[in-house]
């Protein structure tokens, strides 16, 4: 079983900024990339960012200039700088990874339980 847990979220001004983390723990044999992902109120869960295992990243357009994703591997950690926050960016920010645990050929995508950013104009 794999587990996510994310840390960070909270309430901020426009302007402000945030930075989440997001840890796995479990039994896996590797994390192929992690990312972060958001669902506002009455929308659909979207991308934000993704790092893989060999440092690529990529942005949502919406984000791009603003927030910013790292890693550090050996932690199997992943964060979310997040500069220059808008209304806009409000939302729960979902930890996502894409992990090969023993018995399996592929990948798996695992999900943390999510964290609010809530950003007042």
């Known amino acids: 079983q794999v587990q996510l847990v994310e840390s960070g979220g909270g309430l901020v001004q426009a302007g402000g900024s945030l930075r989440l983390s997001c840890v796995a723990s479990?039994?896996?044999?590797?994390?192929?990339?992690m990312g972060w992902y958001r669902q506002a109120t009455g929308k659909q869960r979207e991308l934000v960012a993704i790092r893989t295992r060999g440092g690529s990243t990529n942005y949502a357009d919406s984000v791009k200039g603003r927030l910013t994703i790292s890693g550090d591997n050996a932690k199997n950690t992943v964060y979310l700088q997040m500069n220059s926050l808008k209304a806009e960016d409000t939302a729960v920010y979902y930890c996502?990874?894409?992990?090969?645990?023993?018995?399996?050929?592929?990948?798996?995508?695992?999900w943390g339980q999510g964290t609010q950013v809530t950003v007042t104009s």
């Open positions: 479990g039994r896996f044999l590797s994390i192929d990339a």
């Open positions: 996502n990874a894409r992990v090969r645990v023993p018995g399996t050929y592929v990948a798996s995508a695992y």
